[in-house]
């Protein structure tokens, strides 16, 4: 049986630098601006697999809107 949808998969800083391929120096400056919501459990930073979505598909919409 699957777990339940409502435990969020959490990624570190490094997996969404990884993923975003983005430097993890920008994917702390966009948490602290709020840019990206994560939140900060013992002292790192956790991301949510949903915020991932969020700012992929952001950027794709953004990009589809920036074409000619």
Do not use: C, F
Not at 16 to 41: C, D, F, P, Q, W
């Amino acid at each position: 049986m699957q777990e339940k949808e409502t435990q969020a998969e959490a990624y570190t800083v490094n997996q969404v630098s990884e993923i975003l391929n983005m430097s993890t120096r920008t994917i702390k400056a966009h948490l602290y601006s709020g840019e990206i919501r994560g939140v900060k459990i013992g002292g790192h930073w956790r991301i949510t697999r949903r915020e991932i979505d969020r700012l992929l598909s952001d950027s794709v919409a953004e990009a589809a809107t920036d074409e000619p």
